[in-house]
């Protein structure tokens, strides 16, 4: 018996499309019981998902899952040259950090002298 794990790549065995194995669900007895397997796999940009016997899917086969691509097409010069200049700055060295600043102290407003207060009471406006 096949041991299937979520992220496998299965088919049906009556064929049909590649789909991923989302979740194994098994016997809330036994662990080693699969009751039935929950696959997904996109119909144009629709997700599908399906719950399936275990016994009715299989792996899929590698050389269907993979196919070549076809060579890229030439990258331009100037496209490249951006790539790379994005790359080294990537790259460059962290700035070293530059030593904390002594905290500033607040200046607070100085409580009126004694003198002070008398001088302001005896001003008298006309």
């Given amino acids: 018996m096949t041991v299937f794990k979520s992220g496998d790549l299965v088919v049906l065995k009556s064929g049909g499309?590649?789909?991923?194995?989302?979740?194994?669900?098994?016997?809330?007895?036994?662990?080693?019981?699969?009751?039935?397997?929950?696959?997904?796999?996109?119909?144009?940009?629709?997700?599908?998902?399906v719950r399936f016997d275990h016994s009715a899917i299989e792996p899929a086969q590698t050389e269907t899952v993979v196919t070549p691509q076809a060579a890229a097409p030439q990258t331009s010069v100037e496209y490249k040259a951006v790539l790379d200049d994005m790359v080294d700055a990537m790259n460059l060295p962290a700035e070293p950090a530059k030593p904390a600043a002594a905290p500033r102290k607040s200046k607070r407003a100085k409580a009126p002298e004694q003198n002070d207060v008398g001088v302001a009471a005896s001003v008298r406006v006309n």
């Fill in 17 to 49: 499309p590649v789909m991923t194995i989302d979740t194994v669900n098994t016997d809330i007895f036994d662990d080693s019981k699969i009751t039935g397997v929950l696959c997904a796999w996109f119909v144009g940009t629709r997700l599908e998902r």
